[in-house]
Nanobody, 116 residues
Framework: QVQLVESGGGLVQPGGSLRLSCAAS????????MGWYRQAPGKQRELVAS???????NSADSVKGRFTISRDNAKNTVYLQMNSLKPEDTAVYYC??????????WGQGTRVTVSS
């Protein structure tokens, strides 16, 4: 079975940066279009950035220009570089496929807290 493990979260001040990692076992992530999702308190999970197998990327308006999704096939890992962080970015961040009908099981996510 495919297992997704997110890491890299933590507490950071507004304006700071973090890099999140999504590692997988049981499958090669380069074969799939992947995305980063987040779930803030009291809100539904939302897609914030995605990357296709060919390397095309997209991001939500709320993070455009600040977050960058990338992929390192040699390490079987997908990354999310987050710059200029804002308090409203506070959430638990998850990775998964962007095709809803073929989601892998969700991992535990990694918590990002942006606060002074």
């Amino acid at each position: 079975q495919v297992q997704l493990v997110e890491s890299g979260g933590g507490l950071v001040q507004p304006g700071g940066s973090l890099r999140l990692s999504c590692a997988a076992s049981g499958s090669i992530l380069s074969a799939y279009a992947m995305g980063w999702y987040r779930q803030a308190p009291g809100k539904q999970r939302e897609l914030v950035a995605s990357i296709t197998r060919s390397g095309n990327t997209n991001s939500a308006d709320s993070v455009k220009g600040r977050f960058t999704i990338s992929r390192d096939n040699a390490k079987n890992t997908v990354y999310l570089q987050m710059n200029s962080l804002k308090p409203e970015d506070t959430a638990v961040y998850y990775c998964n496929r962007i095709i809803r009908s073929a989601f892998f099981d969700w991992g535990q996510g990694t918590r990002v807290t942006v606060s002074s």
